[in-house]
Structures are given as structure tokens and as C-alpha cells.
């Protein structure tokens, strides 16, 4: 069942930029299987100068889907003030991967690169400062 898609600058409350709808079946671990997929498929782009797959890797992580609000509520209670430093991760992704999305339709790749390279950076600082924690409490959960 899709639900409503809420604007962007929502808030502090809205983990993950949405642009998808969600489905029920939705959770964090599943929306960040599918981002390294999306970031294999940007890989294996750039590797056969290939930019169509580039730019649709790009945008689909760029469009990936929201966090489900109980899991965000779970997240947030466990950061609390680190809370808007874990949305600056995801904000840096999103905006990198329009970036890089842009570049591609141009077939600029020295640009595209440097966004790709920014956006993997993210994902790095964001999952040895979060993953552990943000694991453990949604763990809890289950």
C-alpha cells in the first residue's frame, strides 16, 4: 500500500530523503540493501563507461524510500542530539547523487566521479559513527 509522500524539509523527524512512496514491508535494513545495489550499479557504470546506468543508479538512490516514522522514532530517541549530524549523512547523498545524476546526462565524468567519490565518503563517516547503534536499537525492536 503506498502512502502519502511528504516534502522534503519535512523536518529533523524524516531520517532519509523521500521521494518514493514506502510500502509496508519497508524498514532500514531493506532500504539500505537496496542502496548498495543502487551503488554496485553506479560502480559497474562507471567501470563500462557506461553513464545511462550511472545516472539511473544515481537517481535511485538519490529517490530512495523513507524510513518507516516508528523506526525514525526508534533512531531518534537513541542520537538524540546527534540526530541532525545523522540527516546531514543522508542530505550529503542525496544531494551528491543529483550531482552525479547530472553529471552523467552530460557525460561529464570527471564530475560524476568526484560525486560518487563524495557520496561513498558519506556512506563511510555515516556508517562507522551510526551503523552499530542504529542496528542495535531497531534490533531491539524485533
Not at 15 to 22: E, G, K, Q, V, W
Not at 47 to 61: N, P, Y
Not at 76 to 103: I, R, W
Amino acid at each position: 500500500m503506498l502512502k502519502k509522500r511528504v516534502p522534503l524539509l519535512a523536518g529533523l523527524a524524516i531520517i532519509l530523503l523521500p521521494i518514493t512512496a514506502i510500502t509496508d514491508e519497508t524498514t532500514l535494513k531493506a532500504i539500505m540493501q537496496e542502496l548498495r545495489q543502487h551503488f554496485v550499479d553506479v560502480s559497474d557504470g562507471f567501470l563500462l563507461d557506461d553513464f545511462d546506468k550511472v545516472a539511473e543508479g544515481a537517481l535511485a538512490i538519490a529517490e530512495h524510500p523513507r524510513i518507516p516514522p516508528e523506526q525514525v522514532q526508534l533512531v531518534a530517541g537513541e542520537l538524540g542530539a546527534e540526530m541532525p549530524v545523522f540527516k546531514n549523512f543522508d542530505v550529503q547523498v542525496h544531494e551528491l547523487s543529483l550531482e552525479m545524476y547530472k553529471a552523467a546526462k552530460e557525460r561529464d565524468r570527471g564530475t560524476a566521479v568526484a560525486a560518487y567519490q563524495g557520496m561513498v565518503a558519506a556512506c563511510f563517516d555515516c556508517h562507522f559513527a551510526y551503523r552499530e547503534r542504529v542496528a542495535a536499537v531497531l534490533k531491539e525492536a524485533d
